[in-house]
């Protein structure tokens, strides 16, 4: 069964400092893994995606990601967090039949100055 | 990419009416999908639409409930029938291109 895991409702961090959102997931063959960004009032918008090659991807808004196989995890990252980017992030996995999409159940990420 | 529009952007509606909510996108898709979300919560799927045929229901919803068209590849509609104050949400409409999936802006609902 595919599935997705983010552990924290809720990240605090202050703004220049490098922020980390955590997600792992569970599914079945190669993972197509997903990161989306919801900013207040407004829908998903698409950060970064992990399908194949170089582990470390990066996305929009200066976000990367690091898909690690063995650990089943793909955690968002980025050097130097701005207020601007409190927003909640969702973490996604396409399913092994390619349509349906499985998302995480989010994280508030909350940057203070 | 995609770009998606939803109709209306927000309703408050009392209990026991029917909204409609349409969903347009500016390519043809094969596939488009209906999420709920709860502020600040995660998505749920409500159900798969595809072009000439009926659309496919997620467990805990049914179709007398949320009526879903999809007269062509690039608009669906969404209906939340006999509403209650518990459908007040989010609703979004989604495709998939390629290996990506795009949102629509959502229809934030409120049942009175």
């Known amino acids: 069964a595919q599935s997705v895991a983010q552990p924290e409702d809720q990240v605090n961090v202050a703004e220049g400092n490098p922020l980390t959102v955590k997600c792992t997931y569970s599914v079945s063959g190669n993972p197509y893994l997903f990161w989306y960004v919801q900013y207040p009032n407004r829908g998903l918008q698409f950060l970064l995606k992990y399908i194949t090659g170089d582990n470390l991807v990066k996305g929009s808004y200066g976000f990367e990601a690091e898909f690690n196989k063995s650990q089943t995890s793909f955690h968002l990252k980025k050097p130097s967090a701005l207020v601007s980017d409190s927003a909640l992030y969702f973490c996604a996995v396409r399913g092994a039949d390619f349509n349906k999409f499985y998302f995480g159940s989010g994280t508030k990420l909350n940057v203070k100055p | 990419s995609a770009v998606i529009s939803q109709k209306p952007s927000r309703d408050i509606c009392q209990r026991g009416t029917s909204l409609t909510i349409q969903c347009q996108v500016d390519s043809q898709v094969t596939m488009m999908f209906w999420y709920r979300q709860q502020p600040g919560q995660s998505l749920t799927l409500i159900a798969t639409a595809n072009q000439g045929s009926e659309a496919t229901y997620e467990s805990g919803f049914v179709i007398d409930k949320f009526p879903i068209s999809r007269p062509n590849l690039t608009f669906s509609t969404l209906t939340v029938s006999n509403m209650s104050p518990e459908d007040s949400s989010i609703y979004l409409c989604?495709?998939?291109?390629?290996?990506?999936?795009?949102f629509g802006p959502g229809t934030r609902l409120t049942v009175l």
């Open positions: 989604s495709v998939v291109t390629g290996v990506e999936q795009f």
